[in-house]
């Protein structure tokens, strides 16, 4: 006869369960939050566990131990940042829709690289990288910014149902090209940050892609 455990020792083995995955996912946030750090730095092809264990304060393997590669760390970085920046968008734009939004993002984008946190200089490394050294990289890139376009070319859409913009716009076009716009400013600032001057970049930007000009016909 098979007895089940006794109620107090199975929710004991649930709690110490839930404390092993919660401290697993807290090792593996220390092992991004370094890796982007290092490879903010150098890059990703000098970046080893070993620097990338000694930032986070673990053992030299435990970073081998979580993501088991290189590969697969710098994978999972990707997805963090794609997690995190998409996050960070939704949770910034709210309920604005149409211009209000596509200005909103775009001023969003634009001041984070007030400041640049070791995250985003990693996240431009490595899309560089995926051009040439990790192409293994492209595909969560391209993913991301896919639903970047995406969602701006649904505030396209908005503006053009509000009156806002020309409805012969190219809406899929147009999204890319903010999309491209601020991409272009986040490498150039970053390698060059003392050329810039961020607020009058903001607003030049800001005038450049004003949807409301209606497209040449």
């Known amino acids: 006869m098979t007895t089940s455990p006794a109620p107090g020792a199975r929710a004991s083995t649930d709690a110490r369960r839930r404390t092993q995955a919660d401290r697993r996912r807290s090792?593996?946030?220390e092992v991004l939050d370094a890796a982007a750090q290092v490879?903010?730095?150098k890059g990703s092809s000098k970046a080893s566990f070993?620097?990338?264990?000694?930032v986070a304060g673990q053992s030299r393997a435990h970073p081998h131990y979580l993501f088991g590669s290189k590969a697969n760390l710098l994978e999972a970085l990707v997805d963090d940042f794609s997690e995190r920046y998409?996050?960070?968008?939704v949770s910034r734009?709210?309920?604005?829709r149409g211009l209000d939004a596509i200005s909103?993002?775009?001023k969003l984008f634009i001041r984070s690289l007030r400041r640049p946190l070791a995250m985003t200089r990693a996240f431009y490394v490595l899309l560089g990288e995926s051009l040439s050294a990790a192409p293994e990289l492209r595909p969560g890139?391209?993913?991301y910014h896919r639903w970047l376009q995406e969602l701006i070319r649904g505030w396209i859409d908005e503006a053009i149902e509000d009156g806002e913009v020309a409805a012969t716009l190219d809406a899929d076009a147009a999204a890319a090209v903010i999309v491209a716009t601020v991409r272009g400013i986040g490498f150039l600032v970053l390698s060059d940050p003392e050329s810039?001057?961020?607020r009058a970049l903001e607003a030049q930007t800001l005038a450049q892609i004003d949807l409301r000009t209606r497209p040449p016909t």
């Open 141 to 143: 890139l391209v993913t």
């Open 196 to 198: 810039f001057d961020l």
């Open 39 to 41: 490879i903010a730095d």
């Open 93 to 96: 734009i709210g309920d604005a």
């Open 104 to 106: 909103a993002v775009v």
């Open 50 to 54: 070993t620097e990338i264990a000694a």
């Open 86 to 89: 998409s996050d960070e968008v």
């Open 27 to 29: 090792s593996q946030r």
